[in-house]
């Protein structure tokens, strides 16, 4: 069977800037940090910062009961499809809703909600748990909530793969539309971490940077002083659509969404390969399935948590694919700006990489004040943004238990393919 082109027609995001794609990115090209310090009453913790979301009101987009009791991911996932669905211009009415779906995820799932009931429970009594506990917990409710709301009929469920999430949810929903199964999908990632337990759980880890002399500099990718991430949190929900349904709408393209793939490294609960094989290979495939070669990539945006383990196995990676001899393409990192955002932050990164297609335009990775030896060969935009028209680029995610994952979106080319 021929698979049917899949395009990209709609982009919503709730961030640490906001809700206005346009802001979101002009300050990424600006190189301002979302991150700030914050108060959370959590016993032996200090200093904490993160990137919180900013510029949202539940209200706005959900009626003042469901604003209240709804879980923040729950809201942010509701909010950015509200969003998307409106940059796209798409009238649900006039669409088979039968096939249409929505795969947005969560990492998580609802754990301000998780937190603040298991408080609840051991403090006073678990018969005052609340009746919204289980369902706001769980992490199918970010999209199940959008299927609800604009009813849906199509496939709707979550996949939870850590901070590869929302990067498996948009490969999975793809399928649904090149296989023609639906016409439409919405798909993404969403995440509400930023509480007590989280930061608990993340610092017992020794996952986050304890840079907190300058926290707008703590998220540092691939600069040999790296030491953690920085936690942030957000959604980005996309619209896609089969080639055939959105020209007939007339509907804006961003992109084509000409590749992917995901696999496993099969190695430990929360480092990767050393030598980046696993990553190496991932990203073979993702070109393999959009029938492109590594020079036909002229930009990728990193996973680049600012990890000293995950960044030198993705710079390993990309080093194993990519030859130095001939014209390598641009990495950055959204993260150095806007956190580590989990299971949404495949979204917000895929957001950054559509935007910079739209304006012709790449945003530096900030913050590296040394280089990783195995980064010299590559240009990192440490002194971007620059001027630079994309046509093929790669976005990474890869989350604990190994999940990789690693997305291709191509300029949209009416007609056939250009590797056809």
Known sequence: MEKKRCVITG?????????????YYKKLLEGISGVQHFELEVLGLKDLFGAPVTGFSPETFLDKKEARRFDPVMAFSMGAAKLALEDAKM??????????????????????????????????NYSRVSPFFIPHLITNMAGAVVGIQFGLTGPNYSISTACATANYSLLAAK?????????????????????????????????????????????????????????????????????????KRGAHIYAEFSGGAINSDAYHMTSPLEDGRGVAKCIELALKNASLLPEDIDYINAHATSTPAGDLCELKAIAKIFDKNSVLPKINSTKSMIGHALGACGGLELAAVLMAMK??????????????????????????????????????????????????????????????
Do not use: W
């Not at 999908?185 to 880890?205: I, R």
């Open 11 to 23: 982009i919503g995001i709730v961030s640490c800037f906001g809700t206005d794609k346009d802001l």
């Open 91 to 124: 009238d649900l009415d006039s669409i088979d809703k039968s096939r249409a779906g929505a795969i947005i995820s969560s990492g998580i799932g609802g754990m301000t909600t998780a937190s603040k009931n298991l408080m609840t429970a051991y403090e006073k």
């Open 359 to 420: 304006t012709k335009r790449l945003h530096a990775t900030m913050n590296i004040s040394e280089r990783e030896e195995e980064a010299k060969e590559f240009d990192l935009l440490e002194n971007g943004p620059i001027d630079h028209k994309v046509q093929h680029a790669i976005s990474n995610s890869f989350g604990f238990g190994g999940h990789n994952s690693v997305i291709v979106v191509s300029a949209y080319n009416k007609g056939e393919k250009e590797n056809d």
């Open 175 to 247: 399928g649904y539309i090149e296989r023609g199964e639906c016409d439409v999908m919405f798909a993404g990632g969403a995440e509400a971490a930023m509480n007590e337990v989280a930061f608990a759980g993340f610092s017992a880890l020794h996952a986050l940077s304890r840079a907190h002399h300058d926290v707008t500099k703590a998220s540092r990718p691939f600069c040999k002083q790296r030491d953690g991430f920085v936690m942030g949190e957000g959604a980005a929900v996309f619209i896609l659509e089969s080639e055939e349904h959105a020209l």
